[in-house]
């Protein structure tokens, strides 16, 4: 399935809103929101994550056609990564290591920055490079066999 990217950047917007306030506030609940947000996207897809179906439902139809498409299971990774992150940061601030919580929450906030602002997804890069060190620079989603992603 391809997605389209925009709705991608508009997700990582919204996330980069939600752990900024998650850092000014400390609050370990809105991060726990987030971490479902995360958890959904990439457990079913981001067709069905929360911030998805709000740029699918408001924010696409104001939009003309997108200049390309992009493969899902990249994006989706980064997700799975963003849940992981916010879960840690979660346990830091309900077992009292704010640090953790702090630490954890600040480096999902850089990965969801950089993909909002400069449209650079960490996680997705983290998911091609784990592709070709499993199938030795040959995988489905290499630059070699697929066009949809350049590498």
Do not use: H
Not at 114 to 129: D, I, K, P, R, V
Request: charged share 15%; with cysteine; proline share 7%.
């Amino acid at each position: 399935m391809e997605i389209d990217p925009r709705g991608a950047r508009f997700g990582a917007a919204l996330s980069t809103i939600v752990l900024a306030l998650v850092l000014v506030t400390g609050s370990g609940w809105l991060l726990a929101a987030q971490a479902l947000v995360f958890a959904v996207g990439a457990g079913l897809g981001l067709r069905y994550a929360p911030y998805g179906m709000v740029y699918r439902w408001l924010i696409r139809p104001r939009l003309g056609p997108p200049a390309e498409l992009e493969a899902e299971p990249p994006p989706r990774f980064a997700q799975g990564v963003g849940a992981a992150f916010a879960v840690l940061g979660v346990i830091g601030y309900a077992t009292g290591v704010t640090p953790l919580g702090i630490a954890a929450t600040a480096a999902a906030l850089a990965a969801a920055f950089l993909n909002s602002a400069f449209g650079f997804c960490l996680g997705c890069e983290m998911y091609l490079m784990i592709q070709r060190i499993r199938t030795g620079g040959r995988g489905p989603l290499s630059a070699e066999s697929d066009k949809e992603i350049p590498v």
